[in-house]
């Protein structure tokens, strides 16, 4: 049972840690950003793509507190290949010339755009292609 603000730390950065390596990215790749909606915290993980310099959102979970929050994420990050969907996406971000794809799992073509504009204005990128990828 944790009790005191430094174990809630602790055991807060073992799971991030934990994500981190499930996910086999490195630390400045991933974010986890907190926020507090209708007394719940809502953890947004957010993925960094370094090759164009993009984030995105991996994925949102909420739960009663912080620790609750990443609990529930880690067990998500833990099964996500076999609940949901892979989609492809290629985009041009405004401004830009050069053709991106991206990658995104997803419950269904929308919820994998989401993730593509999470954080953006709609008008900064242009869509050029969703594909529902084969399930191998």
Do not use: C
């Not at 957010?46 to 507190?65: E, M, R």
């Amino acid at each position: 049972m944790i009790e005191t603000a430094s174990e809630m730390h602790v055991e807060s950065a073992r799971i991030q840690q934990e994500i981190k390596s499930y996910l086999g990215v490195r630390t400045a790749d991933l974010v986890f950003e907190f926020s507090v909606q209708e007394g719940k915290t809502k953890l947004d993980l957010i993925t960094i793509n370094p090759k164009h310099n993009q984030a995105f959102l991996f994925h949102s979970q909420t739960g009663v507190d912080k620790l609750d929050a990443l609990k529930k994420m880690l067990l998500y990050v833990k099964d996500y290949k076999e609940k949901e969907l892979s989609y492809t996406i290629q985009w041009v971000a405004k401004g830009d010339k050069e053709l991106h794809t991206s990658y995104f799992r997803a419950s269904n073509v929308m919820d994998a755009l989401q993730k593509l504009y999470y954080g953006r204005d709609m008008n900064t990128l242009t869509v050029f292609s969703v594909v529902l990828n084969p399930v191998s």
